[in-house]
Nanobody, 124 residues
Framework: QVQLVESGGGLVQAGDSLRLSCAASGRTSSTYAMGWFRQVPGKEREFVAAISGTYGNTNYADSVKGRFTISGDNAKNTVYLQMNRLKPEDTAVYYC?????????????????WGQGTQVTVSS
């Protein structure tokens, strides 16, 4: 079993920055990929970013490319999402996910474990 706990969400203004954290515990490994997704009410969960296991290759949604950065700290079993130049359309619940494989895939079905989510609200 794996437990994922997100933190760092909050209410910010457009143009501000936030850093989300996801602490993993249980059956974890540096070879497993981690991802961030987001969801707003009434819409499907949307891919944001992912980082591959072992080599740390990254993958981003076009909507966040150049503004968001995903990174990992294997010693702390934690993955981060640095979000800069936030926009109101970034408002969502952000979820951390982990998959028992190395590839930084963008489809939610490829992930095996999910956190409980953290709310990010960006005001205009």
């Amino acid at each position: 079993q794996v437990q994922l706990v997100e933190s760092g969400g909050g209410l910010v203004q457009a143009g501000d920055s936030l850093r989300l954290s996801c602490a993993a515990s249980g059956r974890t490994s540096s070879t497993y990929a981690m991802g961030w997704f987001r969801q707003v009410p009434g819409k499907e969960r949307e891919f944001v970013a992912a980082i591959s296991g072992t080599y740390g290759n990254t993958n981003y949604a076009d909507s966040v490319k150049g503004r968001f950065t995903i990174s990992g700290d294997n010693a702390k079993n934690t993955v981060y999402l640095q979000m800069n130049r936030l926009k109101p359309e970034d408002t969502a619940v952000y979820y951390c996910a982990m998959r028992y494989s190395t590839g930084a895939v963008s489809y939610s079905g490829g992930y095996d474990y999910w956190g409980q989510g953290t709310q990010v609200t960006v005001s205009s």
